[in-house]
């Protein structure tokens, strides 16, 4: 279920679009939603009056532009690093999705950029919407979920059956990779899911809510062939899981090995040609 949404703004990028998009999801109609802007610290009191009328004309201008029922809108203007005041306040409203823009910066980009996307989503266990500046936000009918064993995979199926329920013509596509680290991309191809299989699964979870579901699959560097199918199979959201490897003393510490090394969510964050949205399992 998805009846809080935390929406964080910062004047730039399609945040509010793909906000305004998914309500038209019958399944989010009824969510709260609460939009954050962010004034970070100044040097000066007179700089920082400024800093708070701009934002304060950051939020008023999202607010409007959302078209929402005031019941359901609220908002923050708040002091700090965005990154910790992000996760901060979705933890206070206990938000059920984030949803922010991402400037796609690539690994070592995201250190040295500070990027805020990846910090909050490597410090939140809340499933995240990102939304590059660069792509095109559309209308969503056809979600995409990276399908596997994994408990983060079928958390994102059960979001994905959610998203989609009562969507006229609505479709899941179901893709598995077969990972060939060192091997050429082979065809895409749409499958039967064998009996026993993680696809078969999947189907028998989505045909108990009558969604129309297809199943796909390749093989070569599971990073890239998930970014090529939504692309060739035009999907217009795809849910990846993140399963969390670090232990739960290291829960509050950025896990710097996964924004420097070739972490799958990283990838697909800075390459897909469709909003993400990335999700994890919490033990």
Same mark, same amino acid.
């Given at each position: %279920?998805?009846?809080?949404?935390l929406?964080a703004?910062?004047? +730039? $990028?399609?945040a509010e679009?793909m906000?305004?998009t998914l ?6 109609q009824?969510?709260?939603? =609460?939009?954050?802007?962010v004034?970070s610290g ?14 304060g004309k ?6 409007q532009s959302l ?17 910790d005041?992000v996760?901060?306040?979705a933890d206070?409203?206990?938000?059920d ?7 796609g910066?690539?690994r070592l ?5 500070n990027?805020v996307?990846q910090?909050?989503?490597q410090?939140?266990?809340?499933? %995240? ?9 559309k ?6 979920v990276?399908?596997?064993n994994?408990?983060a995979a079928k958390?994102?199926l ?5 998203? +989609?329920?009562?969507?006229p013509g ?5 893709? @598995?990779?077969?990972?060939?680290? $060192?091997?050429k991309s082979?065809?895409? @191809?749409?499958v039967?899911p064998d009996? @026993?299989s ?7 979870e =989505?045909?108990?809510? $009558?969604?129309?579901t297809?199943?796909?699959?390749s093989?070569?560097?599971? $990073?890239?062939e998930?970014?090529?199918l939504a692309?060739?199979l035009?999907v217009?959201l +795809?849910?990846?899981g993140?399963?969390?490897r670090r232990?739960?003393i290291?829960?509050s510490f ?5 924004l420097?090394g070739?972490?799958?969510s990283?990838y697909v964050?800075v @390459?897909?040609s469709?909003p993400?949205?990335?999700?994890? =399992?919490v033990?």
């Amino acid at each position: %279920m998805i009846e809080k949404i935390l929406l964080a703004v910062s004047g +730039l $990028g399609h945040a509010e679009e793909m906000l305004k998009t998914l309500k038209e999801l019958p399944s989010i109609q009824r969510a709260k939603v =609460t939009v954050l802007h962010v004034v970070s610290g100044q040097s000066t009191a007179t700089a920082m009056t400024t800093k708070w009328e701009e934002g304060g004309k950051i939020l008023a201008n999202a607010i409007q532009s959302l078209n929402l029922d005031p019941s359901q809108v609220s908002s923050i203007l708040r002091q700090g690093d965005p990154k910790d005041v992000v996760c901060k306040v979705a933890d206070e409203i206990d938000a059920d999705l984030i949803i922010m823009g991402s400037r796609g910066l690539k690994r070592l980009q995201s250190i040295l950029a500070n990027s805020v996307s990846q910090y909050v989503f490597q410090l939140s266990s809340r499933p %995240m919407l990102l939304v590059k500046d660069d792509i095109y936000v559309k209308r969503i009918k056809r979600i995409m979920v990276a399908i596997d064993n994994s408990d983060a995979a079928k958390n994102c199926l059960n979001l994905a059956i959610f998203l +989609l329920r009562d969507i006229p013509g609505g479709q899941l596509i179901l893709a @598995n990779i077969s990972t060939d680290l $060192g091997g050429k991309s082979s065809g895409i @191809n749409e499958v039967l899911p064998d009996k @026993n299989s993680v696809l078969a699964a999947a189907v028998a979870e =989505t045909q108990k809510q $009558g969604i129309q579901t297809r199943c796909y699959s390749s093989s070569g560097k599971p $990073g890239e062939e998930i970014c090529r199918l939504a692309e060739e199979l035009n999907v217009d959201l +795809l849910l990846l899981g993140s399963p969390d490897r670090r232990p739960s003393i290291a829960k509050s510490f950025v896990d710097i090995d996964r924004l420097i090394g070739s972490s799958l969510s990283d990838y697909v964050r800075v @390459n897909a040609s469709c909003p993400v949205l990335l999700a994890r =399992t919490v033990a």
